[in-house]
C-alpha cells in the first residue's frame, strides 16, 4: 500500500473519530437534560406532596432547590456541548446547530424559572376542588 493511501486512510479515521465524537457529545448533552429534567420533577413531586406541611415555605424551599439545581444542570450541559462542537469539524454527519441547542437551553430554563415563581406565587386550594 502506497504511503499515500495509508495517509488518507489514516485521515478517514480521523474524520470519523470525530464524527463519533460529536454524536457522543449530543448524546451526553441529552443524558444531562434528562438528569435535569428528573431535578424538576423531584421538586414539583416534594412540593406536591408536602404542600401542607408547617410552615408553609419550607417544602416551598426544598422544591425550590431541586428546581434551581436543575437550571444549573442545564446551563452546564449546553455550556459542554456547545465547547465541544466550537473545537470539532463534522464531516459526514449533520449535527445540532449551536444556536438551537442554546434557544431550548434557554427555554427550558424560564420554564424552570416559571415554575420556581408559580410555587411561591400560586395558592393551592385545600380539598381538591369541587363546588
Known sequence: MA???K???AEDRTDLAEDRTVLANERTFAGWMR???AAVGIGLAFNALF???EPEWIPKAIAT???LISIVIFAAAERRACSVIDRLSVHKV???RIR???LVTGAVILATASLIASIWLLKIKAGGGGS
Open 7 to 9: 495517509q488518507e486512510l
Open 3 to 5: 504511503r499515500e493511501d
Open 94 to 96: 449533520e449535527t445540532v
Open 100 to 102: 438551537n441547542l442554546r
Open 65 to 67: 432547590s431541586f428546581l
Open 51 to 53: 404542600n401542607k406541611m
Open 35 to 37: 438528569t435535569g429534567f
